[in-house]
């Protein structure tokens, strides 16, 4: 008998909700993926077989994963997985009310980056303000922007076909319009998954939780909190520029292999900024970020 596929779309204890295309079922580890594969998380495509009785499937293989998002175990050694199979991720910031933070976008593209995840900018509120300069900045670092507002429709049908058939996560900081987006892409989809979160982290790890829910047109919307709280970890210092896409065509050239584009001579990638190729504000957000992951203590200590 061929086992049926299915995409996991959330975990209650044991059980986990599996999307097929007859729907979806709950379905449970057979002991020999217990056994021989790692933690079964929102995202994962597995393989189902039915159970007699009509009442769990069982899950007895998981497709290998194209992305994984992971975080450090609170106040412990080694890491959780969150999610897998993330096709993007949105970061939604507004134009004004409240004003962007350049920082905050260029700390969770890193992450996307550091996942190997593609990421997109989504300028929320421009109906307020265009937010034209804002807009340049994240095209000129090499990403894909969409100008919204959910007040005036404007953009709506374009992030909305971007989602669609992907599995996206969206994430940004508090007031950036995200739930009033999210409804504007599918009536009631904020309302749907704030349920759903709310069942899902009664449990004891709410934090590390993540819920997936399919779109109407096609497609998974991923909402997981561990994407903001990620944080920067398990980056190596050395490999962060690499986190930069405009960065990438001036890596290799500098005088020094380990050049970290602080003082060092030859560096290319200053020399890039001085001649605007790379925007001044995006080289201060990476030396920031630089000086925070350099500080960070190694596993072992």
Not at 50 to 79: F, K, N, Q, S, Y
Not at 226 to 238: A, H, N, T, Y
């Amino acid at each position: 008998m061929t086992a049926a596929q299915g995409t996991v779309l959330e975990r209650d204890g044991a059980v986990y909700r599996v999307a097929t295309s007859d729907g979806p079922v709950r379905a449970v580890l057979s002991g020999k993926v217990k056994r021989d594969t790692p933690r079964v998380v929102v995202g994962d495509r597995v393989q189902l077989e039915p159970d007699p009785a009509g009442e769990l499937h069982a899950i007895v293989g998981v497709e290998p994963r194209t992305t994984l998002l992971e975080r450090r175990v609170p106040e412990g050694r080694g890491t959780r997985p969150i999610a897998a199979n993330i096709d993007q991720v949105f970061i939604v910031t507004a134009t004004v009310d409240p004003a962007p933070i350049p920082q905050l976008i260029d700390r969770l593209l890193v992450v996307a980056e550091a996942n190997a995840i593609p990421a997109a900018v989504t300028v929320n509120k421009v109906d307020l303000d265009a937010g034209e300069a804002l807009t340049e900045r994240c095209r000129r670092a090499g990403y894909q922007v969409f100008p919204t507002s959910v007040r005036s429709g404007e953009g709506i049908p374009e992030f909305r076909a971007a989602l669609t058939g992907r599995t996206s996560v969206v994430t940004g900081p508090s007031g950036a319009g995200k739930s009033s987006l999210l409804n504007a892409v599918q009536p009631g989809l904020q309302l749907r998954i704030g349920e759903l979160s709310a069942k899902v982290r009664r449990g004891k790890n709410t934090t590390v939780a993540a819920v997936m829910l399919p779109l109407a047109a096609g497609g998974f919307l991923v909402d997981t909190p561990g994407f903001s709280e990620v944080g920067l970890w398990g980056i190596d210092p050395g490999e962060l520029d690499d986190c930069f896409p405009e960065f990438r065509p001036f890596l290799g050239d500098c005088r020094y292999a380990d050049c970290r584009h602080r003082t060092e001579p030859g560096c290319h990638v200053r020399s890039a900024v001085d001649s605007g190729e790379i925007q001044r504000d995006r080289y201060e957000s990476y030396l920031t970020l630089l000086e925070e992951l350099e500080g960070e203590p190694r596993e072992w200590e």
